[in-house]
Nanobody, 125 residues
Framework: QVQLVESGGGLVQAGESLRLSCAAS????????MAWYRQAPGNQRELVAS???????NYADSVKGRFTISRDNAKNTVYLQMNSLKPEDAAVYYC???????????????????WGQGTQVTVSS
């Protein structure tokens, strides 16, 4: 089984920073795309940022220039550095990973999508 465990959420004031971490563990052959999503009450879950194994990144327009996604492939960990936080950034942040599992045949498995349990980010004005 594969687990994603997020950490780093909390309560901050507008303008401050937070760094989220998400560590993947378990039976992993390869981690492909890793991403952060968020969901505020009454809203749909939305993509915040994503990063592929070679390092290419994508960001939602609302966070460009303020958030930075990075990953440490040796640690199977993805990070989200959030600067200049705004009240509208408040949400539960979820980590997502595309995971290729090891197989007995040695051939790679299909990619499976895994989610973390979420970490709350609250931004006061």
């Amino acid at each position: 089984q594969v687990q994603l465990v997020e950490s780093g959420g909390g309560l901050v004031q507008a303008g401050e920073s937070l760094r989220l971490s998400c560590a993947a563990s378990g039976s992993i052959f390869r981690l492909n795309r890793m991403a952060w999503y968020r969901q505020a009450p009454g809203n749909q879950r939305e993509l915040v940022a994503s990063i592929f194994s070679e390092g290419s990144t994508n960001y939602a327009d609302s966070v460009k220039g303020r958030f930075t996604i990075s990953r440490d492939n040796a640690k199977n960990t993805v990070y989200l550095q959030m600067n200049s936080l705004k009240p509208e950034d408040a949400a539960v942040y979820y980590c997502n990973a595309g995971v290729v599992l090891p197989t007995h045949s040695g051939n790679p498995s299909p990619e499976y999508s895994y989610w973390g349990q979420g970490t709350q980010v609250t931004v006061s004005s």
